[in-house]
């Protein structure tokens, strides 16, 4: 796949992992971007690549280091953005891919940012609550040299949370000597927050998936969903869709798989997730599955919200949904998409489906800078109106090249981000 690309020493050269995912799709993209292309290079490699040591003492006198990551994809359409993982599994390879990935996110919805994205090599589920914030202020610090509310504005993603962010705000603007509140997004309200944020994501993914269902002349009450992942994007996007009146009927997270063909009781199920941290053990349930039985569920909409990765050659084929919905990032390898496509499976990709978060966030970011905070139906509107539009004109694009919702995302946001760089041109 990608050992046609140059691929930098600090990589595996085969091994390649979400990054080299990410690079098939870009030259999936190549052929449609016309005289821009002889810019692509500049999609193949990040801007900036920050790696550091985090040092802690441990509660019980020891001292452990962890590795972290802050990478800069791209910035030349505004200041970078992206999350920060905590996760056991985090490489440079992945940090990277997703990095990669909001940059073409923040294109394909339009707002004014680059890509960048962080992590932490670590399962934070080891860690007291002292020790992850020791853990949490001492990254920051070492990576305050290139983050900044013009610089690159993190975000909560994986195992990271308004408590998280509320951290790195304190310990940036601590650094700065000043309350500096646009440094971080999906910060709590009483800092800064914005309202909607820690549904935003969720949310986004319940709208484009209505677009999409419409297009399929598919009615979301009574449509069977299953999700995989049911944190703040999985547990929301569930929720939305329970109100709506479809059936989430199969739900897996790192705990276990659950099903319920009459479909599961998604606010008992919150609950159930809130106070035992997993769906393991929830009681409404027809029966548990085996962990590779969840693609082969009978279900109208699949909504993967875990990690990267989960769709691929192995089980694309068992899917029996006829919309995939991607909450998480980079779910789906190319050739699972190429499978699915053949299937007649609609996959409406990462890029769109889970741009609500960002997009919240940018509300927010605008709202610190202003200091004038906005009603949550207001911000829930302005969601709704860009992710319909941006889906709109993805659809769009998809039907007059013909080419998948993802490579048409890809047209639409690499076209914005080479343009910009053209016209900035290259510096000296
Ligand atoms: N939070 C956001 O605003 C946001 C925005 C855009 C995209 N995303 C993406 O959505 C995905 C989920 O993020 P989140 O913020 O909901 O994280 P989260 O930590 O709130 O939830 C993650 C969920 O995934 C489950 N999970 C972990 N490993 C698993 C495995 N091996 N198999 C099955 N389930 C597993 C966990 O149990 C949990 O339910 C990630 O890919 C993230 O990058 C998040």
Same mark, same amino acid.
């Given at each position: 796949?990608?050992?046609?690309?140059?691929?930098?020493?600090?990589?595996?050269?085969?091994?390649?992992?979400?990054?080299?995912?990410?690079?098939?799709?870009?030259?999936?993209?190549?052929?449609?971007?016309?005289?821009?292309?002889?810019?692509?290079?500049?999609?193949?490699?990040?801007?900036?690549?920050?790696?550091?040591?985090?040092?802690?003492?441990?509660?019980?006198?020891?001292? +452990?280091?962890?590795?972290?990551?802050?990478?800069?994809? #791209?910035?030349?359409? &505004?200041?970078? @953005? *992206? !999350?920060? /993982?905590?996760?056991?599994?985090?490489?440079?390879?992945?940090?990277?891919?997703?990095? +990669?990935?909001?940059?073409?996110?923040?294109?394909?919805? #339009?707002?004014?940012? &680059?890509?960048? @994205? *962080? !992590?932490? /090599?670590?399962?934070?589920?080891?860690?007291?609550?002292?020790?992850?914030?020791?853990?949490?202020?001492?990254?920051?610090?070492?990576?305050?040299?290139?983050?900044?509310?013009?610089?690159?504005?993190?975000?909560?993603?994986?195992?990271?949370?308004?408590?998280?962010?509320?951290?790195?705000?304190?310990?940036?603007?601590?650094?700065?000597?000043?309350?500096?509140?646009?440094?971080?997004?999906?910060?709590?309200?009483?800092?800064?927050?914005?309202?909607?944020?820690?549904?935003?994501?969720?949310?986004?993914?319940?709208?484009?998936?209505?677009?999409?269902?419409?297009?399929?002349?598919?009615?979301?009450?009574?449509?069977?969903?299953?999700?995989?992942?049911?944190?703040?994007?999985?547990?929301?996007?569930?929720?939305?869709?329970?109100?709506?009146?479809?059936?989430?009927?199969?739900?897996?997270?790192?705990?276990?798989?659950?099903?319920?063909?009459?479909?599961?009781?998604?606010?008992?199920?919150?609950?159930?997730?809130?106070?035992?941290?997993?769906?393991?053990?929830?009681?409404?349930?027809?029966?548990?599955?085996?962990?590779?039985?969840?693609?082969?569920?009978?279900?109208?909409?699949?909504?993967?919200?875990?990690?990267?990765?989960?769709?691929?050659?192995?089980?694309?084929?068992?899917?029996?949904?006829?919309?995939?919905?991607?909450?998480?990032?980079?779910?789906?390898?190319?050739?699972?998409?190429?499978?699915?496509?053949?299937?007649?499976?609609?996959?409406?990709?990462?890029?769109?489906?889970?741009?609500?978060?960002?997009?919240?966030?940018?509300?927010?970011?605008?709202?610190?800078?202003?200091?004038?905070?906005?009603?949550?139906?207001?911000?829930?509107?302005?969601?709704?109106?860009?992710?319909?539009?941006?889906?709109?004109?993805?659809?769009?694009?998809?039907?007059?090249?013909?080419?998948?919702?993802?490579?048409?995302?890809?047209?639409?946001?690499?076209?914005?981000?080479?343009?910009?760089?053209?016209?900035?041109?290259?510096?000296?």
């Amino acid at each position: 796949m990608s050992s046609q690309h140059p691929i930098p020493s600090y990589l595996h050269p085969t091994e390649t992992g979400p990054w080299g995912v990410y690079l098939e799709q870009i030259d999936r993209v190549t052929p449609y971007l016309g005289s821009l292309s002889r810019w692509v290079e500049t999609l193949k490699r990040p801007k900036r690549i920050l790696v550091v040591d985090v040092p802690i003492e441990r509660d019980d006198g020891t001292i +452990a280091h962890f590795e972290g990551y802050r990478v800069q994809h #791209n910035t030349s359409r &505004g200041p970078g @953005k *992206g !999350g920060v /993982r905590f996760h056991q599994d985090v490489t440079l390879s992945e940090v990277m891919a997703l990095s +990669a990935w909001m940059t073409i996110k923040n294109s394909a919805v #339009n707002v004014p940012y &680059g890509g960048a @994205k *962080g !992590g932490i /090599r670590v399962d934070p589920k080891t860690l007291s609550r002292g020790e992850l914030m020791r853990m949490t202020r001492r990254y920051t610090s070492e990576i305050g040299i290139i983050i900044g509310p013009d610089k690159d504005i993190p975000a909560p993603d994986v195992n990271t949370n308004e408590q998280t962010m509320a951290w790195m705000m304190d310990t940036y603007s601590m650094n700065e000597g000043r309350t500096s509140t646009g440094v971080v997004t999906g910060k709590p309200i009483s800092l800064g927050g914005s309202l909607g944020r820690r549904e935003a994501t969720g949310r986004g993914v319940f709208v484009v998936g209505c677009e999409a269902a419409k297009k399929r002349g598919m009615n979301i009450e009574g449509a069977k969903v299953a999700v995989q992942g049911f944190g703040n994007v999985g547990g929301i996007a569930g929720r939305l869709f329970a109100e709506a009146g479809a059936k989430v009927v199969a739900v897996q997270d790192h705990g276990g798989t659950i099903f319920h063909s009459n479909g599961l009781d998604v606010p008992k199920l919150l609950d159930h997730v809130a106070r035992h941290g997993s769906v393991a053990g929830f009681e409404g349930i027809e029966a548990t599955m085996a962990t590779e039985d969840f693609w082969k569920v009978d279900c109208d909409i699949m909504i993967p919200a875990a990690l990267e990765q989960q769709i691929t050659v192995r089980n694309a084929d068992q899917i029996r949904a006829k919309i995939i919905l991607e909450g998480a990032n980079g779910p789906t390898t190319p050739e699972a998409d190429d499978i699915l496509r053949d299937k007649g499976v609609l996959v409406v990709p990462d890029v769109i489906a889970n741009a609500g978060g960002v997009t919240v966030s940018y509300f927010e970011w605008v709202q610190d800078f202003s200091s004038y905070f906005w009603t949550e139906e207001e911000i829930n509107q302005r969601l709704t109106r860009i992710m319909t539009e941006a889906f709109s004109s993805v659809w769009q694009v998809s039907e007059e090249k013909n080419t998948s919702l993802r490579t048409a995302a890809f047209v639409i946001a690499c076209t914005r981000v080479l343009q910009a760089r053209e016209v900035r041109g290259l510096y000296p």
